[in-house]
């Protein structure tokens, strides 16, 4: 128990640690701990001793380390438990959140985070959420040093941080980056955990109160700096991924126009235009995309239809959402690349004066995004609060990733872990 004045008793302590993402991050975590030069003392947190010890036996198991059944402590905390919260915090340097969908249960952990003077950081793909808890909390996590950084894992940490290391590594001015995101499977196929799923039929169906939400910041636009970027369409052929793509619809282009906006608020940095698309693949594909698509957006819209999409996600999706999430065989086989295409002005150009003269292509990859790459992420985004925090912004607050981490040794960090940045 830490007292006050006192250390807190653990530099990790990993909440929703018998989730399923929660269990891989536990793993992830385990991984670091043993090959770090210090000791890095953590525990698993949630709402059931049992189900804890049940994901440390696993991971003891998947990992070769008994010891993990033994010598990891086990806090008890719940959501629906104020107190619990405060006092898990208390304990904390820095709170892994893995309990989602993080709008219905993301704040009291922010909010018992803020309070308490643990470092809060997240896996959340939900731009509601995380640019609510920015609205609510960012004066107070201020004030108390307290570093709320979202969207550490798969979303949005390959995206944020592949514009920046586009920018660092363009001689000039960087303008403008478009980031195309394709995913491969093995034999065995893959699926997502519909956990992803849910948030994303809430979040559908929340939309217009995220619209007024970001009426609330009163922000003035970006200023465009040279050509303006080009939206593409719904569904288009891409000549950069070779298939057809659409407009990627996770957190990544709101997260990085608010990483865009820091930095150049923050340190009068020129902000970069983005534009984010997925691949569908050929022409099956598409067709597949069209009919769930068509589903999704009619079903969203009434309580009804919602609870239908909840209740089976694997038909609604044609198998690419499940319950039971995909199998470790499923994930050995699975990569995703983010191909990332910018364009500037070489130095000593003017970007108000006529078009971009440069261009740039860098790449982002690594292993199975949600369950593999997310943990590598996150982890990596704790360890790098824990061991650079001079690094950090110089006041706390909610943060993106970018903005957290751009001063920071983050992305070689991730080159060492698995995920890759490399200019092509």
Same mark, same amino acid.
């Given at each position: 128990?830490?007292?006050?004045? /006192?250390?807190? #008793?653990?530099?990790?302590?990993?909440?929703? !640690?018998?989730?399923?993402? %929660?269990?891989?991050? @536990?793993?992830?975590?385990?991984?670091?701990?043993g090959e770090a030069r210090e000791e890095l003392r953590w525990a698993a947190?949630?709402? /059931?001793?049992? #189900?804890?010890?049940?994901?440390?036996?696993? !991971?003891?198991?998947?990992? %070769?380390?008994?010891? @993990?059944?033994?010598?990891?402590?086990?806090?008890v905390a719940d959501v629906d438990d104020p107190e619990s919260l405060a006092e898990m915090c208390k304990q904390a340097v820095i709170v892994l959140n893995c309990v989602g969908p993080y709008r219905f249960y993301g704040e009291p952990v922010v909010k018992a985070c803020v309070e308490n003077g643990a470092h809060c950081i997240d896996i959340s793909g939900e731009p509601q959420f995380l640019e609510s808890m920015q609205l609510n909390y960012d004066s107070q996590a201020a004030e108390k040093g307290v570093y709320v950084v979202g969207s550490c894992g798969f979303d949005s940490i390959p995206a944020d941080m592949g514009v920046l290391y586009t920018r660092d590594q363009f001689k000039g001015t960087l303008t403008a980056v478009e980031s195309f995101l394709t995913a491969s499977m093995g034999p065995e196929g893959g699926c997502i955990h519909d956990g992803t799923w849910q948030s994303a039929v809430y979040g559908l169906a929340d939309s217009d109160k995220l619209r007024s939400l970001r009426k609330k910041f009163s922000h003035k636009p970006?200023?465009?700096?040279?050509?303006?970027?080009?939206?593409?369409?719904?569904?288009?052929?891409?000549?950069?991924?070779?298939?057809?793509?659409?407009?990627?619809?996770?957190?990544?282009?709101?997260?990085?126009?608010?990483?865009q906006r820091f930095l150049s608020e923050e340190h009068q940095e020129s902000p970069v235009q983005y534009g984010a698309y997925a691949g569908v693949g050929g022409v099956s594909s598409v067709m597949k995309l069209l009919f769930a698509g068509l589903m999704f957006f009619l079903l969203v819209k009434f309580s009804f239809g919602r609870k239908l999409l909840i209740k089976?996600?694997?038909?609604?999706?044609?198998?690419?959402?499940?319950?039971?999430?995909?199998?470790?065989?499923?994930?050995?086989?699975?990569?995703?690349?983010?191909?990332?295409?910018?364009?500037?002005?070489?130095?000593?150009?003017?970007?108000?004066?006529?078009?971009?003269?440069?261009?740039?292509?860098?790449?982002?990859q690594g292993p199975e995004a949600g369950y593999v790459a997310t943990p590598i992420a996150m982890v990596q985004a704790a360890i790098t609060i824990l061991n650079e925090p001079d690094s950090l912004p110089e006041k706390g607050g909610v943060y993106t990733p970018g903005a957290a981490f751009a001063k920071t040794t983050l992305i070689d960090r991730l080159n060492k872990h698995g995920i890759q940045f490399s200019v092509l």
């Open positions: 128990m830490a007292e006050s004045g /006192s250390q807190p #008793r653990y530099h990790f302590i990993i909440f929703g !640690a018998s989730g399923f993402t %929660g269990r891989f991050v @536990l793993e992830e975590v385990a991984r670091c701990a947190a949630g709402r /059931s001793r049992a #189900r804890l010890e049940t994901a440390l036996t696993q !991971a003891a198991e998947a990992l %070769g380390k008994p010891e @993990l059944k033994t010598e990891v402590d086990i806090i970006l200023p465009v700096v040279g050509t303006r970027i080009k939206r593409r369409g719904a569904l288009f052929y891409s000549d950069e991924i070779q298939q057809y793509a659409v407009p990627f619809m996770g957190a990544d282009p709101s997260v990085v126009k608010r990483t089976f996600p694997e038909f609604f999706s044609f198998g690419f959402f499940s319950k039971e999430g995909p199998t470790r065989k499923q994930m050995e086989g699975s990569s995703f690349r983010f191909a990332f295409y910018g364009e500037g002005y070489t130095e000593g150009q003017d970007p108000s004066q006529g078009k971009p003269n440069a261009k740039i292509r860098t790449l982002v």
